[in-house]
């Protein structure tokens, strides 16, 4: 599901059992999910990218017909310990092991999404409708190619009082580099673009696809989705006032 060096992060010593500590909600996922206990309690839900399950268990409250997946054998490992539930190392893009329309509902939260290449995101959008029931709810979060604070964000952690120099260079070199993307981006009218964020404990360079809301919603469309709702962090409806303020983005839509 994520690219190669994304996937490396995931299987590293230790990144499995932080994600596994995790139990905190997001304001917008408590509003997405008391929507899903309406829709769909007691139905057939697929959670993508499970992580450590950190949305597992509330998921799990709302329909014991559940399964997970996830692209990390540690992640599911790790759940398979924590759960009694159907857990599956399985890639987005392609899900044989579930037939289609087998879902009331399929959850990507955590913005794994993100983490595949543009193309390869269109294949992800299509294998949730195919496995999707008609009408059945589609929700992901992602992120915000018009947040203002992303270079900012991509300078997190640099000091000139440390001694790691390849850290700092690192940051001043994906920060130079996404002034030149996202102004490429805006030129082109492309309505997103991929950005590369450092991780320092494991000095890992990864790239992440940030999406304008309008071209994600044309996205759902073009692949078979209606009824797109896009919200921010805090539950709220996406709009002009909260539009450049907000990290993350997330989107629900319904299966045509």
Known sequence: MAT?????YYESPGVAEQYGNECFLIKAEEVILQYLEKEVRNQGLLEIGIGGGRITTHLLAITKD????????RMIELCQRKFDSAFFVCDARNMPMFRDEQFSAVVFWGNGIDEVSPADRILVLNEAKRVLRKNGVFTFSSHNFEWNAIPSYLLEGFSLSRKAFRDNAMRVLLYMRCGVTRLW??????GYAVIVE???PLRLAMPMYFVEEEKQV???LEAGFHQVEALASDGNPLDG???GADFLVFYTARKK
């Open 4 to 8: 190669s060096v994304n996937h490396t």
């Open 66 to 73: 559940y399964a997970g997946i996830d692209c990390s054998q």
């Open 185 to 190: 981006s805006r030129m082109r009218r492309k």
């Open 198 to 200: 450092y991780d320092e």
């Open 218 to 220: 044309r996205q759902l």
């Open 241 to 243: 006032h909260n539009r």
